[in-house]
DNA sequence: TAAAAAATCAAATCGTCATTAGATTATCAT
DNA sequence: ATGATAATCTAATGACGATTTGATTTTTTA
């Protein structure tokens, strides 16, 4: 009969949070699998209990991070606003996001490339592993299916906000790619207790967006 | 008495070079020095006689790639134009850099912190060997020190154009960031023979962050 | 409470590197 | 030409780290 988790467990999402943090210390070649048992009391090899190896709890990691803010800003795209108003609130969401977990963000931003080059290990190739393998695979591709619905989500916005005329005629493929990068690079150079907060970085970009730095 | 390298050699430019590729492709950790050696015909322990270890390797890219930039933009501070002009002209050469050379660029963004958590290895250590680790990470920090230089022929800009009255009194060092980190992603997602090229990218970057959004 | 499932661990495997040692070959300065 | 220096190679060395194997310990359900 199926049973429910034993409570003496350490949950999957208790793992999924420490590898976070060890990988933006460390980057994902450089974290060992007993560095992330560590952070949670556990030995290398009970890790695997919960994952089939460490590239599936990478994808763990990302998939945690990418849903979770796509769960924010979602509501925000299809709600009835200016779309200056949205973009905003997009703005705020993603940066304060990235400044409260900046692990997780930093994962998204640097570990990216782990994802793509996934080997398929050319290994003693049982046809169970090379399954198990193409499962990995098809999820590796899912998330960046997903990714770019999320940055799909900040076209969006931009191109109502052109059609609504209340937004220049910009290029919206790279005015939001010009966004994400400026917003990714925070989870690289935030730093807690810095001069200024999430919220605040947030609305400074959103003001350098919408206004740029001329005078009109 | 000293003798000019031997004309057989591959020369040190070629090995960092070959290194941003490798790099590029696979990252710090997933790079072996076998690749590197053999994207220039050599063998792994030639590389040796080039450099220290993989770290100096690393190190040695990144400071070309620096040099670089810094070269070519260093001078557009220096001259006299109206702000709004040299950033224009900041933006085109940073963005076309990195778009012709986004192997070093990425270098540049993503292998930062396999230099930050430069290892002290507790090896056998020889005080020959503890020399030499000192001196790469003192030139470590002389990087860090030099990257910030490069940040700050951006903050310098911005404050000029502001105490001119060219710009609106933005907040200087988070537009910087603003700017600094779209560009670094540029090399993240830049493909040759995309819809645009560096040039025309680096308008339209230039364009949004001068004007922004919204119409006056 | 007993069997089954879950969670964990210690120890062994098996590769893959970075780095070193010890030649060997090529090139230059005189 | 010839010794010195540079550049390279082949073959170890020594670690380290992902993953597997086979118990052992908990917890749960019936």
Known sequence: MARKPADQS????????AAADVLQRNGYEATTMKDIAAQVNLTAASLYHHFRNKDELLLAVLEAGLDHVIGEIEPIVESTRPCAEKLRLMIALHVVSLTQN???????????????????????????????QQGLLQRRDTFFARRDYFEDLFRRVLRE?????EFKP???????????????????WYREGGRLNGDQIAALFADGFLKGLLHE
Not at 103 to 116: K, P, Q, T
């Open 170 to 188: 910009i290029d919206v493929p790279i005015f939001s790619k010009m966004i994400l990068g400026a917003h990714n690079w925070v989870s690289v």
């Open 102 to 132: 900046t692990a997780v963000g930093a994962a998204m931003v640097f570990e990216i490339r782990s994802l793509m080059s996934l080997k398929t290990p050319p290994r003693n190739g049982s046809a169970f592993d090379a399954d198990a």
């Open 10 to 17: 350490v949950h999957k999402d208790d793992i999924i949070m």
């Open 161 to 165: 906000g052109i059609a609504v005329g």
